[in-house]
């Protein structure tokens, strides 16, 4: 049900990934406060009556990015705020996968934020010329900067997505940056090769301090990543 007092009455989103996980259930809390939500991904979300506006699209493929995006647009007849959620998992040490998967999960976490926020920037600077912000939110992870031997190749990608997050702002993209870097932590969504347990151990021989404690029904905080507003 939609709150059109909500905080985010009179805007528009599009969640990439939001089928399913952190993305589904961001997209139904955008909804939920205001917002007009349009979901990007490669299945359709099962939206019980949230009302979202499903874009069938692989971040994978430019042109099916663009076209999603642009159907976004014509459809909430703005774009306010991007939510780059879509992601895949990858276990293993440095040893255990080969080129094709690291191109395979690259492809997905990191050139697929690449392509939706370019295809989306001209809608996002429309929105800021005329309301005098708009969002992009990276979905990251702790996996950027805590170094899990299980997870190599997703760490690095989500290396790779804190690093962009922070290139992504500056005078020349118009973007932003306005918030620091937390992370999901110990979401119980479907990627593969995920072990909570070792998480948790390993965060705490890293010593991390979580900024979004882990809620015990597996529902995920509102506060994805790192937050940056196109002016
Ligand atoms: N689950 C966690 O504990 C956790 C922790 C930290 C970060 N994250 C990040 O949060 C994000 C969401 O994770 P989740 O656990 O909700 O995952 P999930 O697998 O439940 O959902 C991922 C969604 O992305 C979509 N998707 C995957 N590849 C796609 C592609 N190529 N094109 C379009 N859509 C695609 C899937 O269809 C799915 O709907 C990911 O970026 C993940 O890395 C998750």
């Known amino acids: ?9 009179g805007l528009a989103a599009l969640v990439t990934g939001g089928a399913s996980g952190i993305g589904l259930a961001t997209a139904r809390l955008l909804a939920g406060r205001g917002a007009r939500v349009a979901v990007l991904d490669r299945v359709k979300a099962d939206d019980e009556g949230a009302g979202l506006y499903p874009v069938l699209a692989d971040v994978t493929d430019d042109a099916a990015v663009r076209a999603a995006v642009a159907e976004a647009g014509r459809a909430l007849g703005r774009l306010d705020i991007v939510v780059n959620n879509a992601g895949t998992g990858a276990a293993g040490t440095v040893e255990d996968n080969d080129d094709a998967e690291w191109h395979r999960v690259l492809d997905v976490n990191v050139l697929g934020i690449v392509r939706t926020t ?9 929105a800021a010329r005329e309301r005098g912000q708009a969002a992009v ?22 290396g790779a997505v804190y ?5 992504m702002a500056g005078p020349r993209t118009g973007i932003t940056s306005r918030e620091n870097i937390t992370g999901p932590q110990k979401h119980q969504g479907s990627h ?19 900024p979004d404690p882990p809620r015990s029904n597996g529902t995920p905080s509102a506060r994805v990543t790192h937050d940056a507003a196109a002016t």
Not at 1 to 9: I, K, L, N, P, T
């Open 163 to 167: 690093a962009l997050t922070l290139a």
């Open 1 to 9: 049900m939609s709150d059109q007092s909500g905080e985010f009455a």
């Open 137 to 158: 939110v990276n979905t990251c992870s702790v996996a950027a900067v805590a170094g899990l031997p299980q997870r190599a190749l997703y760490s690095a990608t989500k």
């Open 118 to 126: 370019r295809a989306a920037l001209p809608l996002l600077r429309q």
């Open 192 to 210: 593969p090769g995920r072990s909570p347990a070792h998480d948790q151990t390993s965060a705490q021989r890293h010593g991390r301090h979580n």
